[in-house]
């Protein structure tokens, strides 16, 4: 079963691009995909499905600055975060994206891997108080 998964990863891709490619009509081209996925106890990103490393040749930021150089800065992005990674994760992806000027359209999903299933946060919702009980 875990290497359908893996064989299934780029359709799955290309499957959310034709999903949200509506949602991102005012750009000209397909959103670019970050993702942080748990497996084996690690945290694996990927960037338009290829898995990212810590070295200088093949960090977050080195692939998304070439992607923002070939596409432009105004490409449209989607988040998708497991939801057995730290949520701290979100930030560290929204930061990464930041300093390389893809502030542009973003959606955040968390996403459950087992279940290939996940669910879009909002942040422009109206907040809800903390009761004081």
């Given at each position: 079963m875990k290497n359908y998964c893996w064989r299934a990863f780029p359709t799955r891709i290309?499957?959310?691009?034709v999903v949200f490619a509506p949602a991102f009509a005012g750009s000209q081209t397909s959103p670019i995909i970050v993702s942080v996925r748990v497996e084996k106890a690690a945290l694996i990103y990927r960037v338009n499905g290829?898995?990212?490393?810590?070295?200088?040749?093949?960090?977050?930021?080195?692939?998304?600055a070439r992607i923002a150089s070939?596409?432009?800065r105004e490409?449209?992005?989607i988040i998708i975060v497991d939801v057995r990674a730290p949520f701290a994760e979100v930030?560290?992806?929204?930061?990464?994206?930041d300093r390389v000027d893809l502030t542009y359209p973003r959606r955040l999903f968390v996403a459950d891997f087992s279940?290939?299933?996940?669910?879009?946060?909002?942040?422009?919702?109206?907040?809800?108080?903390?009761?004081s009980n």
């Open positions: 290309v499957l959310l691009m290829k898995i990212v490393e810590d070295s200088k040749k093949n960090s977050l930021i080195t692939n998304l070939l596409r432009g490409a449209s992005i930030g560290k992806l929204e930061t990464a994206l279940s290939s299933t996940m669910n879009e946060i909002h942040w422009d919702q109206t907040s809800v108080p903390i009761p």
